[in-house]
């Protein structure tokens, strides 16, 4: 790996702090509970850590996407539900108001987005159209003054917790984004999902009925909705790998911690072959599927395209983590099946990085589209 | 008022330490800021933060300090002074050195940590209080400015603790409970960058030259306690963690 800087090195060390003394300590708790992180997102917010790449000017910390990719890697290992949080938030909203975004919203969302004050929230995927967001139906029908919007939106990372939505609908010109606020009348939330894993990190349906949103709220150009959130998800498929390479370090460590210290047939089982070199496979996956993912931020902070590597670093790291978590489970035995050894939850967390922000079926057909392009 | 915190770089401690060659290896030792005197940097911007005035930290040590000053920069402190020395140099000298820096400064007061994680010794803080000619508390858990004259103190004594009114400008050094440190926050990493970092070359010759290092090894008493009795069991590990290992 790239040698780090003093500032990188800096930051890091803040985040595996506090990661280790806030995040790690309470994880199991929220898995159980299922509680939204709202204490945990507040310290990190007065860390900074919530607008991590966001411009200095916008109220953001203007760090590069590598820091911030090595960075969500810590978060992820202590607290994967903190972590798609914080990915989405910073990910999705804020790089598109700052990419997108005129002056007016930037001051008005992405500063308090920046700041941590907000959460923010991404909605493109609705019951019928997962995977091929192109036939999305949520309907915005212009009206004096904005639009109107109907129809329902599903599986919202932070849905009913954000106070800020970045909604795309469909409307005259074609797919366009527009920037709802929670309180917005019309707009109301479903129960949270009952999901696998990642329990405090609700997912919700939103439901549209007669939404105004004004003029001055819609993101970017008419009719650029799809190409905006595709944009936005190569930013957020980064966080999502690194994540995946989060959940995967912290099972592994478990793992390796707990071969060296486990005995059976009067040896510690790291020293059977079976065990040794599972050890070693996951070692390698993860230290592969990290550096994908640093290309990936490192092509992003170069300014050029990074599609496809952003892809494959979701394809590969999301296998790995899957595939590590498993194997983590596998070491400990009868243990990892226990809750107490936290591999298990690692093990529910890890299978929606296959899922979520494109399945890894879909990150496929992204790179095959690419590898041609 | 000025306050200064005094800190050193010193390897994490739960890095493994290697020798070679008869001398401790650094190579591969994750260095950080000595937790001692991290509380020493908060304490100092916590006094900024109530009385005003500047902070400032001073360190003595080599090149790869800057790191730990970058840190306390990062915290919170407005300016540093890094007296940049390679080697190692023993606390009298260290001392003394530090001294003439600290004295120009005139600060209000010093605080360093009560202990230095590397070399294990508590000899810094007293000898640079002797140094400057200054009052010494060692071991301070609280600390409250009485005007700019006099601070009051309580600090730890071998068998239980005290509370001093102590004539400044003085040194002071920090004990566990004095205070919790803050994290570095990432604008505040950001700011770190554009704050004054004076390097000051340092040529002074150590009175005591390390000629070879050696690690304790300890072995494992692999001590098995009998568990059919679940009770006597749990008796015998508190008594053995108790009077043997001393832990508790
Ligand atoms: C926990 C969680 C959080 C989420 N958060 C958000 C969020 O914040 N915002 C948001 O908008 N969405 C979110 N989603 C939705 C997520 O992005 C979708 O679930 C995902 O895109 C897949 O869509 P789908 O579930 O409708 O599956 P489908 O698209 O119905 O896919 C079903 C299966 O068919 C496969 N498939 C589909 N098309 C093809 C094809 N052309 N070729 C080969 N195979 C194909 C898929 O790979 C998959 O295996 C979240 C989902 C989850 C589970
Ligand atoms: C839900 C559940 C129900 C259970 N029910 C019962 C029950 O009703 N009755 C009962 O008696 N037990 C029960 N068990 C215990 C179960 O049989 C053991 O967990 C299992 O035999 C594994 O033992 P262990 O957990 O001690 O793992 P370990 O034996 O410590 O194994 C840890 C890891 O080391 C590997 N390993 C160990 N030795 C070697 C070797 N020589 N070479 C290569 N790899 C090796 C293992 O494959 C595993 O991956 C249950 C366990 C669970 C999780």
């Known amino acids: 790996m790239a040698v780090l800087t003093t500032d990188q090195k800096m930051v890091l060390d803040m985040v595996r702090a506090v990661s280790r003394e806030v995040l790690w300590a309470m994880a199991p708790e929220y898995d159980r509970t299922g509680q939204y992180p709202w204490p945990q997102l507040k310290q990190l917010a007065q860390l900074g850590l919530l607008g991590m790449t966001t411009p200095e000017a916008w109220g953001g910390a203007g760090l590069d996407s590598v820091t911030w990719a090595l960075a969500m890697e810590e978060i992820a290992a202590a607290d994967p539900s903190v972590a798609v949080i914080l990915s989405v938030t910073s990910g999705l909203p804020q790089y598109m108001l700052n990419r997108f975004g005129s002056e007016a919203q930037k001051k008005k969302y992405l500063v308090p987005l920046a700041k941590g004050e907000w959460i923010g929230a991404f909605s493109l995927t609705e019951p019928h159209a997962g995977s091929d967001p192109a036939s999305l139906k949520l309907s915005a029908q212009k009206v004096p003054g904005g639009w109107e919007l109907n129809g329902l939106k599903s599986w919202v990372t932070s849905g009913g917790q954000a106070q800020v939505y970045v909604v795309m609908a469909r409307g005259e010109a074609g797919i366009s984004s527009f920037i709802v606020e929670k309180d917005t009348p019309g707009l109301s939330f479903g129960s949270p999902e009952e999901k696998m894993g990642l329990h405090a990190a609700h997912t919700c349906e939103l439901r549209f009925e007669g939404v105004f949103v004004p003029e001055e709220n819609l993101l970017g150009q008419e009719g650029r909705g799809l190409a905006q959130a595709l944009a936005g998800l190569d930013s957020g498929r980064i966080g999502i790998a690194a994540q995946a390479v989060g959940m995967a370090r912290a099972a592994f460590e478990i793992a390796k911690q707990y071969a060296d210290e486990r005995t059976q047939f009067g040896q510690k089982i790291r020293e059977f072959q079976g065990v040794g070199f599972k050890l070693a496979e996951m070692h390698t996956r993860i230290a592969a599927a990290r550096a994908l993912v640093l290309e990936a931020a490192a092509k992003k902070d170069r300014g050029e395209r990074y599609t496809l590597e952003a892809s494959t670093a979701k394809l590969f790291a999301s296998e790995v983590a899957v595939s590590v978590t498993r194997e983590a489970v596998q070491v400990l035995g009868g243990y990892g099946y226990h809750r107490e050894y936290r591999v298990e939850r690692y093990y529910r967390d890890a299978k929606v990085t296959e899922i979520y922000e494109g399945t890894s079926e879909i990150q496929k057909l992204v790179i095959a589209r690419e590898l041609y392009r | ?248």
Do not use: C
């Not at chain 2, 260290?94 to 004295?103: D, G, P």
């Open chain 2, 1 to 248: 008022m000025k306050f200064v915190a005094v800190i050193r770089q010193v390897p994490d401690g739960e890095s493994r330490l290697k020798i070679e060659g008869g001398k401790v290896d650094l190579g591969g030792v994750t260095m950080i800021l000595d937790q001692m005197d991290e509380w020493a940097v908060e304490e100092v911007i916590r006094l900024q933060e109530k009385h005003g005035g500047e902070s400032v930290v001073v360190a003595l040590g080599p090149e790869r300090f800057e790191e730990a000053i970058r840190t306390a920069l990062a915290m919170g402190i407005d300016r540093a002074i890094h007296l940049v020395a390679e080697g190692y140099l023993d606390p009298i000298t260290q001392a003394e050195a530090l001294a003439k820096v600290i004295r120009a400064e005139a600060p209000t007061l010093v605080f360093t940590g009560g202990q230095q994680a590397d070399w294990d010794s508590q000899a810094l803080g007293p000898a640079l209080a002797e140094a400057l000619a200054w009052p010494v508390v060692s071991w301070t858990t609280q600390i409250e400015l009485e005007g700019e004259t006099h601070a009051k103190a309580k600090h730890d004594l071998d068998e239980g603790a005290e509370v001093v009114r102590v004539a400044l400008p003085a040194v002071f050094t920090s004990q566990q409970g004095l205070n919790e440190p803050r994290y570095p926050t990432l604008p505040g990493i950001m700011k770190a960058k554009r704050k004054e970092l004076k390097k000051v070359p340092v040529s002074a010759s150590s009175k005591v030259e390390i000629l070879e290092q050696t690690i304790q090894e300890k072995s494992r008493l692999n001590k098995m306690i009998d568990g059919k009795d679940p009770v006597a069991a749990a008796h015998e590990l508190v008594r053995l963690l108790h009077e043997e290992a001393k832990v508790i």
